[in-house]
């Protein structure tokens, strides 16, 4: 079975860091794309970041850029988000999500991922 597990968030005063995990299972990611949506109380999945399984290639949404940070360890078949200079309006569930299926697709479009994970909440106090 196919599954992705998020560790890592937590509570952090405005302003700290936080690095969100993501560990898959069930079958090899090196070569899936894989990435982070959000998700806060009362609003729509938004796309953070996502990086490439071939070259690794990074995207990030224009709110994080700069202050978010995504990687990938392929031996350890896991992604990570660093995330610096925390905002409360980062305050959200943040979902690992990975993409199996091949060709071009809009990373910033939660219909493009076809695993997710079940989140990990980060709360950022003002």
């Known amino acids: 079975q196919v599954q992705l597990v998020e560790s890592g968030g937590g509570l952090v005063q405005a302003g700290g860091s936080l690095r969100l995990s993501c560990e898959a299972s069930g079958r090899t990611f090196s070569t899936a794309a894989m990435g982070w949506f959000r998700q806060a109380p009362g609003q729509e999945r938004e796309f953070v970041s996502a990086?490439?399984?071939?070259?690794?290639?990074?995207f990030y949404a224009d709110s994080v850029k700069g202050r978010f940070t995504i990687s990938r360890d392929n031996a350890k078949n896991s992604e990570y988000l660093q995330m610096n200079s925390l905002k409360p309006e980062a305050t959200a569930i943040y979902h690992c999500?990975?993409?199996?299926?091949?060709?071009?697709?809009?990373?910033?479009?939660?219909?493009?991922?076809?695993?997710w994970g079940p989140g990990t909440p980060v709360t950022v106090s003002s």
């Open positions: 990086i490439t399984g071939s070259r690794g290639s990074t």
């Open positions: 999500v990975a993409r199996t299926r091949t060709g071009s697709f809009s990373s910033s479009t939660p219909g493009s991922w076809d695993i």
